[in-house]
Nanobody, 124 residues
Framework: QVQLVESGGGSVQSGGSLRLSCTAS?????MAWFRQTPGKEREGVAA?????????YYADSVKGRFTISQANGDNTMYLQMNSLKPEENAIYYC???????????????????WGQGTQVTVSS
């Protein structure tokens, strides 16, 4: 059974940094980070896709502050988050699946495996 396990969430002050990790039980070519707050849809934050060569995607709101990366033969993914803002309080989820590409990487339906989520709290 496929498992994705996130870690690294926690509490920081505005402007601080956190690094999230996601370890997968298998090797995935397309992986992403999403976040969700109560009452809102899950939002794509960043993704790595492998079709046609490895490509990296970011939501406009995090460009220049967040960095997504992979290591350990592609079964571990990271999200380095710098200059965090209070409005980025959310549960952050790791996702993986075969269907993500440049047109849909930010859509939750492009992924069929999900982690349990890790809470990120940014205080002002």
């Amino acid at each position: 059974q496929v498992q994705l396990v996130e870690s690294g969430g926690g509490s920081v002050q505005s402007g601080g940094s956190l690094r999230l990790s996601c370890t997968a039980s298998g090797r995935f070519y397309n992986m992403a980070w999403f976040r969700q707050t109560p009452g809102k849809e899950r939002e794509g934050v960043a993704a790595i896709t492998a079709g046609g060569g490895r490509k990296y995607y970011y939501a406009d709101s995090v460009k220049g502050r967040f960095t997504i990366s992979q290591a350990n033969g592609d079964n571990t993914m990271y999200l380095q988050m710098n200059s965090l803002k209070p409005e980025e309080n959310a549960i952050y989820y790791c996702a993986a699946g075969p269907y993500a590409d440049a047109n849909n990487w930010y859509r939750a339906r492009a992924y069929n495996f999900w982690g349990q989520g890790t809470q990120v709290t940014v205080s002002s």
